[in-house]
């Protein structure tokens, strides 16, 4: 509007106020100022584009009904005539309407919320304080039972399924002495035989290892495996290089993993590995045993060992 008033200046004239220009659309202007806005309408480029703007104020006015009982009457005869102006009035209209629309849902929205506070009773300070307190306290309680859920499970299992106490076998009941006045035999038990306290021992078999680039059945090291269910094959793996913690993986030679063992450290007295292998995952065939450095999380195969079990 100062841009016009500018230019308005300029040429030796005043311009027309935004009233005069919104009469003009209603049709009020007097017989002597209607021909001289008209003049000016189509010579002033500013002058037009403050009409066409001034419509839009007046179509949306009229839809959200801020209009007075005359200037509506004004309205519907005069400034309805062009079919532009009808235009703008149904996209006033559809505004109106999406306003609506958004500003009912809006209250729906302020009435509901409301109803559930006075029903939780957080309308007073005191109690809301003490809701957010308890929703604390639900968060850090889930993420300590996330953090120590494996041990409390196995607590709970325990309490539910409690260990029972081994029961007596039979055979320990029938060689109960039937004279219970023998103070001796009650009192003196029978020591052990030193065959019965060895044969618990597992008995274990030691091969020496040494790295090799691929599996060659003339230069692998045979195996005689341990006889007994506890029987260990001992494997002495020959010190890397590399410094740290190992973990030994033994597979077949055909890749198919059988037994690992982590955590292997370096015997430094004998500059090697052991790793123990139960004699029972074995059987008759070649094998490959994979030494890998573990660093700070990541694993790096640094030897590879072959044998073969006859």
């Given at each position: 509007?100062?841009?016009?008033?500018?230019?308005?200046?300029?040429?030796?004239?005043?311009?027309?106020?935004?009233?005069t220009i919104r009469r003009f659309l209603l049709g009020g202007l007097s017989a002597s100022e209607q021909p001289l806005f008209e003049q000016r309408l189509i010579t002033d480029d500013g002058l037009d584009a403050r009409v066409r703007l001034a419509e839009f104020e007046l179509a949306?006015?009229?839809?959200?009904?801020?209009l007075s009982t005359p200037d509506r009457r004004l309205f519907e005869q005069t400034f309805l005539l062009a079919s532009n102006r009808q235009h703008q009035l149904r996209v006033s209209k559809a505004l109106r309407d999406r306003f609506s629309f958004t500003a009912a849902t809006s209250s729906e929205d302020h009435t509901v919320t409301p109803r559930w506070r006075d029903l939780f009773g957080l309308s007073r300070p005191a109690r809301r304080i003490a809701f957010g307190v308890l929703i604390l306290l639900l968060v850090f309680g889930t993420a300590w039972l996330v953090i120590r859920e494996?041990?409390?499970?196995?607590?709970?299992?325990?309490?539910?399924?409690?260990?029972?106490?081994?029961?007596?076998?039979?055979?320990?009941?029938?060689?109960?002495?039937?004279?219970?006045?023998?103070?001796?035999?009650?009192?003196?038990?029978?020591?052990?035989?030193?065959?019965?306290?060895?044969?618990?021992?597992?008995?274990?078999?030691?091969?020496?290892l040494t790295p090799a680039a691929s599996?060659?059945?003339?230069?692998?090291?045979?195996?005689?495996?341990?006889?007994?269910?506890?029987?260990?094959?001992?494997?002495?793996?020959?010190?890397p290089v590399q410094t740290g913690p190992y973990r030994a993986e033994l597979l077949t030679i055909e890749g198919s993993w059988i037994f690992s063992a982590d955590s292997l450290k370096v015997d430094d007295s004998r500059a090697e590995i052991d790793f123990d292998v139960p004699a029972r995952s074995l059987k008759s065939g070649n094998y490959h045993v994979r030494l890998s450095r573990v660093d700070g999380g990541s694993k790096r195969s640094?030897?590879?060992?072959?044998?073969?079990?006859?």
């Amino acid at each position: 509007m100062t841009d016009n008033n500018v230019k308005f200046n300029d040429g030796g004239y005043r311009p027309f106020s935004d009233e005069t220009i919104r009469r003009f659309l209603l049709g009020g202007l007097s017989a002597s100022e209607q021909p001289l806005f008209e003049q000016r309408l189509i010579t002033d480029d500013g002058l037009d584009a403050r009409v066409r703007l001034a419509e839009f104020e007046l179509a949306d006015d009229y839809a959200f009904e801020r209009l007075s009982t005359p200037d509506r009457r004004l309205f519907e005869q005069t400034f309805l005539l062009a079919s532009n102006r009808q235009h703008q009035l149904r996209v006033s209209k559809a505004l109106r309407d999406r306003f609506s629309f958004t500003a009912a849902t809006s209250s729906e929205d302020h009435t509901v919320t409301p109803r559930w506070r006075d029903l939780f009773g957080l309308s007073r300070p005191a109690r809301r304080i003490a809701f957010g307190v308890l929703i604390l306290l639900l968060v850090f309680g889930t993420a300590w039972l996330v953090i120590r859920e494996p041990r409390i499970v196995r607590q709970i299992a325990n309490r539910l399924n409690p260990r029972r106490s081994p029961q007596r076998s039979t055979p320990r009941e029938v060689h109960h002495p039937t004279n219970q006045s023998s103070p001796e035999h009650l009192t003196t038990p029978s020591p052990m035989p030193e065959h019965d306290q060895t044969a618990s021992s597992p008995v274990a078999v030691t091969v020496a290892l040494t790295p090799a680039a691929s599996p060659k059945a003339r230069e692998m090291p045979a195996v005689n495996l341990p006889k007994g269910d506890q029987g260990v094959v001992r494997l002495q793996l020959a010190k890397p290089v590399q410094t740290g913690p190992y973990r030994a993986e033994l597979l077949t030679i055909e890749g198919s993993w059988i037994f690992s063992a982590d955590s292997l450290k370096v015997d430094d007295s004998r500059a090697e590995i052991d790793f123990d292998v139960p004699a029972r995952s074995l059987k008759s065939g070649n094998y490959h045993v994979r030494l890998s450095r573990v660093d700070g999380g990541s694993k790096r195969s640094v030897a590879s060992y072959y044998f073969r079990v006859q």
